[in-house]
């Protein structure tokens, strides 16, 4: 679904964001493994605060694990507790779990001292569209629930899920709005299927994704389409990949969209290798 964010939208979404915040103890920030920087709100740390915070690498499974710790590092190195995550099968949820309870420690033992004992933490996801929150929300619930819509900002039902680990779950996530300045960083959103094929064109989008992989990933290109690279040109790549999949149409043509589509959809899920996109610039 396509969401335009206008500064009208940002600012309710911000507002909204703020008013839930207040009902919680810990935020689980959800970002892209793949892409940690691209997938992150641009003003996240002014939305937050000084709330206690988990950074969660989510479809880590589908990025490189030399790259999932450095990620890891980076945001230690900045005080925030990160966890790598992979929401479908809820892998790393007990680890979340685990840090979850160390950073509300403080205020249980506050809550404990008033006499009130085993008081749930309170927990409220945070992140942009297609970053697998509804994935998550039901991983941790064991719902099957339906997806949360794309909508910005928080639905109103404001209920809440408990969940294993002593965990109270706001149901509805805060819909964040991705960063859309800087032209790579659309790229790296589009790639990953963040924001749906909207800033270019199929071919041209899975061009550049060619692009990418061939100077930075050529072995595992050449692998899965079983290619030869050297001293060709992306095009030609790319048409080397439509020979191998089939994707010819009526007079020996290639099928642009079709390859496009093929090339895109296997990097999406994985299938082209483990691969991280972006790495920390500091
Ligand atoms: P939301 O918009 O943030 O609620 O994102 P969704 O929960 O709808 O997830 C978007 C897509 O990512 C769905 O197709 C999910 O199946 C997929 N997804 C979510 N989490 C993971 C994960 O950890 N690993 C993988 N491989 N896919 C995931």
């Not at 339906?146 to 965990?167: D, F």
């Not at 960063?179 to 960083?185: L, M, N, R, S």
């Not at 149409?249 to 999406?268: A, H, P, Q």
């Amino acid at each position: 679904m396509n969401i335009n964010w206008y500064p009208g939208h940002m600012k309710k979404t911000r507002e909204s964001i703020q008013k839930s915040l207040t009902m919680v103890d810990i935020v689980f920030e959800l970002i892209d493994a793949r892409i940690p920087a691209s997938s992150q709100n641009p003003v996240i740390d002014s939305i937050v605060g000084e709330k206690p915070r988990v950074i969660i690498l989510n479809k880590s499974d589908l990025a490189n694990s030399h790259g999932n710790k450095i990620w890891q590092e980076y945001f230690l190195g900045k005080n925030i507790s990160s966890v790598c995550l992979d929401a479908l099968s809820g892998k790393g949820i007990d680890r979340l779990l685990e840090i979850s309870y160390d950073l509300t420690d403080e205020k249980r033992k506050a809550y404990e001292k008033r006499g009130v004992i085993s008081r749930p933490t309170r927990a409220m996801i945070l992140g942009i569209p297609n970053v697998g929150k509804s994935t998550l929300i039901n991983s941790l619930s064991g719902r099957k629930g339906a997806k949360t819509g794309n909508k910005p900002g928080v639905t109103k039902s404001n209920q809440w899920i408990k969940t294993k680990g002593n965990l109270e779950l706001l149901d509805t996530p805060g819909i964040l709005w991705p960063k859309f300045e800087d032209p790579d960083v659309g790229l790296n959103l589009a790639f990953t299927g963040a924001i749906k094929d909207e800033i270019l064109d199929i071919e041209t989008l899975a061009l550049r994704l060619v692009e990418r992989l061939t100077n930075y990933f050529p072995n595992l290109l050449n692998n899965r389409y079983n290619i030869e690279i050297e001293g060709k040109s992306y095009l030609e790549i790319m048409e080397e990949i439509g020979r191998r999949r089939g994707c010819i149409i009526k007079g020996g043509e290639i099928d642009y969209t079709k390859v496009s589509n093929i090339v895109l959809d296997e990097f999406r899920k994985g299938v082209i290798g483990n691969i991280t996109l972006e790495f920390p610039k500091e």
